[in-house]
């Protein structure tokens, strides 16, 4: 996937549950991502993080958490207070000569 | 911060006729102008970039031109194909700062045989 690996590619959540979705890049790239995308609609920017431990919330990050712990890692916790977490969620890792690549995305459904 | 607005939000063709797709952004600092291609279900895919040293960008039957002063970009396709059937996303960003990159809201393109 272009160096940068989502995990699961589907992901089911019961009510109350926190899930955690895995993002992986080998790209060296210092920046990190986490977007979501609704059925016919855009993208929207949850969490961002320029650095290793320091990280920003985007448009819409209410229900959800990150980390990074490491350059390499970005992982997406949905908690339990995020009410409608059915979507599409899309990693993406960027440079600053290079720009924007994207994970393969991993679809969460809630059961 | 930065705004994109991007139009027509559905755009249908007949197989080999053009298709353009415009943007405006707002933040007049961007200057680099990505376009990507999701086809249903994927990751969207880079299918063309301009920064703003320039004014127009050519990849075989894909092009995109920029206006800096109007703060306008634009994608077209030449001789369209089924396959280019997908939703088109562009997006602006400063290149170099610590600023994110910023979407439109699509446009699905349906290429009709």
């Known amino acids: 996937d272009g160096g940068i690996t989502q995990s699961p590619k589907y992901l089911f959540r019961k009510e109350g549950q926190n899930v955690t979705l895995s993002c992986e890049q080998n790209?060296?790239?210092?920046?990190m991502y986490w977007y979501r995308q609704d059925p016919g609609q855009g993208l929207r920017l949850i969490y961002y993080?320029?650095?290793?431990?320091?990280?920003q919330k985007g448009d819409i990050a209410e229900g959800y958490s990150v980390s990074r712990e490491k350059k390499e890692s970005f992982p997406l916790t949905v908690t339990s207070a995020q009410k409608n977490p059915t979507a599409f969620y899309l990693c993406?890792?960027?440079?600053?000569?290079?720009?924007?690549?994207f994970g393969s995305g991993t679809r969460l459904t809630v059961v | 911060g930065e705004n994109v607005e991007q139009h027509p939000s559905t755009l249908s063709v007949q197989e080999g006729d053009s298709a353009v797709i415009k943007c405006t952004y707002s933040d007049s600092a961007s200057n680099y102008f990505p376009w990507y291609k999701q086809e249903l279900g994927k990751r969207p895919q880079l299918i063309i970039d301009?920064?703003?040293?320039?004014g127009e960008k050519k990849d075989q039957r894909i092009a995109v031109t920029l206006n800096k002063t109007a703060k306008h970009f634009s994608l077209h396709i030449t001789e369209t194909q089924p396959e280019d059937s997908a939703v088109y996303f562009c997006?602006?960003?400063?290149?170099?700062?610590?600023?994110?990159?910023?979407f439109g809201k699509g446009t699905k393109l349906s290429v009709k045989p």
């Open positions: 790209l060296n790239h210092d920046a």
């Open positions: 997006a602006a960003t400063v290149m170099g700062s610590q600023g994110n990159l910023i």
């Open positions: 993080s320029q650095i290793v431990n320091d990280f």
């Open positions: 993406a890792s960027s440079s600053q000569s290079y720009g924007y690549t």
């Open positions: 301009i920064r703003s040293n320039v």
